[in-house]
């Protein structure tokens, strides 16, 4: 059992949790994740770590609330505890070397990119970070980025926050203007980072993504996370999360990520009722 020392509302759909996991929060990287189950018979789910304490023993997450197991965990406020909590997994964002990057984030993927920015400005590494939102009521991380980051794009869909526009539209902005980055590392949804490789593959720059399709053991024995990157079948869980952009299929990513629309609609209607039973007992 992990207790939840804090909670905090980002959005009205993300919420940030840290959690006390001392083990974890020894060995955690940025770009790891770990594995939850907020309750005995709840779904195994992955998330990212957000953040990491090593002295206070603590790890961050930070979850949309999009089905049955995440409204499950949002469910549970301070000092309640997660039943199961698994990590660090996957192997760690490569940070050593690099001068200057752009670091790319869209909607909640931001909050995997964060500590990716954060570690890479502690190692001395200039940061350009770019993140993008559909409107202003979604932006997280606002400050969290700016403090990390030596330039700093925020974008929206509807221009009601930030520039309007895409991220792509901030990065290749940037390259023209004659930046050139040792790398960029994109994470948010699959279409954005399909986009972004795309931009990048024509100025010939290395471009890391986050891939996070249907998980289940985190072990790499299920072979439900399988992608195909350059020809070849990985696991996300143990060869990732993060692969080379321009080799990722993004298409037949996008294909298996909605074969189990139906099954978590059905998921997240059943805890919907559960909870709203509960409270009203």
């Known amino acids: 059992m992990f207790k939840i020392v804090k909670k905090l509302e980002l959005n009205p759909t ?3 949790m840290s959690v006390e996991a001392p083990l974890i ?34 790890i961050t997450i930070i979850f949309q609330i999009v089905g049955g197991a995440t409204m499950e965990l949002n469910s549970l406020n301070e000092g309640d505890y997660i039943h ?57 991380l606002e400050n969290e980025f700016s403090a990390v980051s030596d330039k700093m794009c925020l974008m929206t869909d509807d221009g009601s926050y930030g520039t309007k526009g895409l991220v792509t539209n901030a990065l290749e902005e940037l390259i023209k ?15 954005m980072m399909k986009f972004v490789a795309q931009l990048t593959k024509k100025y010939n720059i290395k471009t890391v993504v986050s891939m996070n399709p249907i998980m289940i053991d985190g072990t790499g024995m299920c072979g ?15 060869d990732g999360p993060d692969f080379d952009g321009h080799l990722v299929d993004f298409d037949e990513a996008m294909r298996r990520g909605t074969m189990y ?13 559960l909870l709203n039973k509960e409270v009203t007992k």
């Open 224 to 238: 439900g996370c399988r992608l195909t990157v350059g020809g070849e079948t990985k696991f996300a869980c143990v």
């Open 261 to 273: 629309k139906e099954f978590e609609q059905h998921a997240r209607d059943n805890s919907c009722n």
């Open 177 to 191: 203007e004659g930046n050139q980055y040792d790398e960029v590392i994109a994470i948010g949804p699959l279409i």
């Open 14 to 16: 993300v919420t940030l």
């Open 84 to 140: 199961d909590f698994v990590g660090p997994l996957g192997v760690a964002s490569h940070t050593d070397g690099l001068k200057k990057v752009a670091v790319v984030g869209g909607g909640v993927g931001c909050a995997i990119a964060y500590p990716i920015a954060k570690k890479l400005n502690n190692l001395g590494c200039e940061v350009h970070s770019i993140v993008g939102f559909r409107n202003r009521d979604l932006v997280i």
């Open 25 to 58: 929060a020894k060995k955690a990287e940025p770009g790891q994740f770990i594995i939850f189950r907020a309750m005995a018979d709840s779904e195994r789910v992955p998330l990212t770590i957000a953040d990491f304490d090593r002295e206070a023993g603590t």
